[in-house]
């Protein structure tokens, strides 16, 4: 078993994603394996920051440890705010942060076989998937001011 949870995402998995979701911002990257020229570290702890004034669309790799629940709760609040995040994550199906953030909420694409991060001497342990937290703004009243007037 590892005990290094930052491992990079390999390209023939990020660059399609990249261009579908035009992402601009990793919130989960170090200096050596950050995927977009702005990003957060560990320094920084992107759990205790605002995703939404980032304008962008968020990667999230994020480590794949104990803390993991926390990150798919965070892209998940992040969306109701209007953030769209798209995250790689282990294949997790029996995880309580999947039943409660992921599961009939979130696009989810499983990624067949095991993915060989960069610098990884073999294909990691576990299945893998793609789950993309659409950012979800709530209406405004102006919408429902417009509604209202041509419902008269």
Known sequence: ?????????????YKPLEKEFGITFDVCATQINKKTQRFFDKQINALTKEWSHLRSVVWMNPPYGKEIGKWVRKAYEESKKGVTTVALLPARTDTSWFHNYIF????????KGRIKFKDAKSSAPFPSMIVIFKGQKQKTGLVKTIKLFFNK
């Open 1 to 13: 078993m590892s005990t290094n949870y930052e491992w990079e995402t390999p390209d023939l998995i």
């Open 104 to 111: 009939n909420k979130q696009e989810i694409r499983y990624l």
